[in-house]
């Protein structure tokens, strides 16, 4: 299994990024997938997930509102739109597959697969 995050840059206050994660060697369609972020020095924390259909989406409170998922199924992508950015968004950014849950846990534990992370930097 692999998954490929892309996406991620140097953007001002205010501005957006659209990060996408490809997933590879398994059935995507199955599983629910995941967004954590790693600031320097913090302990990597949950963004937001997706349900296998797309219709069920659990998002972290300081990003609600302005980041929203999505997943295209037969591209085997994830994605993860983030608006009105802020400064203290800046973190390396990491997907992850969970293979036994129906909806998005919070735990980074509970997933099994992590992509190899991506960079946001928030300027302001």
């Known amino acids: 299994v692999q998954l490929q995050a892309s996406g991620g840059g140097l953007v001002q206050a205010g501005g957006s990024l659209r990060l996408a994660c490809e997933a590879s060697?398994?059935?995507?369609?199955?599983?629910?997938m995941g967004w954590f972020r790693q600031g320097p020095g913090q302990e990597r924390e949950f963004v937001a997930g997706l349900s296998r259909s797309g219709s069920i989406t659990n998002v972290a409170d300081d990003v609600k509102g302005r980041f929203t998922l999505s997943r295209d199924n037969a591209k085997n992508t994830v994605y993860l739109q983030m608006n009105s950015l802020k400064p203290e968004d800046t973190a390396v950014y990491y997907c992850?597959?969970?293979?036994?849950?129906?909806?998005?846990?919070?735990?980074?534990?509970?997933?099994?697969?992590w992509g190899q992370g991506t960079q946001v930097t928030v300027s302001s």
């Open positions: 060697g398994l059935d995507f369609a199955r599983y629910v």
């Open positions: 992850a597959i969970t293979l036994d849950r129906l909806t998005p846990p919070r735990d980074p534990r509970q997933y099994n697969y």
